[in-house]
C-alpha cells in the first residue's frame, strides 16, 4: 500500500523490528569503515573510556536505516531522504544489544521546488534492550504527493 504526503499525520509512530548486534558484525564493519580501538581492539577498549568494545555511531547509523526501512513507515511509496538535522549518539551500542527504532512525524509541509512533492521530518529514536537511548536523529524526507488521477 502506497503512503502519499497527504496520508500523512504529525504525531503519527511506527516501531521497527529489532536486531541484535554482534561482535562478529562490529568488528567487521569498523575494520571496514571506522578502525578506531574501541571499534577494533578488545584489549585496547578495556582500556578505554567506554571499558568494553563498541559499535561505530556509522554502524549504528547504517542499522537504524536498515531499522527504519524495514518498519516502512510510508508503505510501498519511495520516499528520499533530504537530510539530517540532529545526530546523536547518547549510549554505546555494545555486543550483544538488542536495538530498536520509533519514528514520529514532527512537521509535514508542500515543497516548495516541487509541487509533487511534500516535505516529512521525523524523529527517530532508537533504543537498547535496557531503554537507553543509542541514537538519535531527525531526518526529512520527500514524500510523493498523490497523483491528481487517483482517488
Not at 578495556?46 to 510510508?74: D, N, Q
Not at 534492550?129 to 541514537?135: A, F, W, Y
Not at 526529512?140 to 498523490?146: A, D, F, L, T, Y
Request: net charge positive; charged share 25%; proline share 8%.
Amino acid at each position: 500500500m502506497k503512503i502519499y504526503f497527504e496520508d500523512v499525520r504529525v504525531g503519527s509512530r511506527h516501531q521497527s523490528p529489532a536486531v541484535r548486534v554482534t561482535e562478529a558484525e562490529i568488528l567487521a564493519f569498523a575494520r571496514a569503515y571506522d578502525p578506531q580501538p574501541m571499534h577494533v581492539d578488545r584489549e585496547a577498549a578495556e582500556r578505554g573510556p567506554f571499558k568494553g568494545l563498541i559499535a561505530s555511531g556509522w554502524h549504528t547509523a547504517a542499522l537504524v536505516m536498515r531499522l527504519v526501512a524495514e518498519a516502512r513507515p510510508f508503505g510501498d511509496t519511495e520516499v528520499l531522504g533530504l537530510g539530517v538535522e540532529q545526530l546523536q549518539w547518547p549510549h554505546p551500542v555494545r555486543p550483544g544489544d538488542t536495538i530498536q527504532s520509533e519514528s514520529e512525524v514532527v512537521a509535514t509541509r508542500a515543497s516548495k521546488s516541487n509541487p509533487a512533492y511534500g516535505i516529512v521530518k521525523i524523529t527517530v529514536t532508537t533504543r537498547n534492550q535496557r531503554g537507553e537511548v543509542v541514537m538519535i536523529h531527525s531526518p526529512s524526507c520527500w514524500v510523493p504527493r498523490r497523483p491528481r488521477d487517483s482517488n
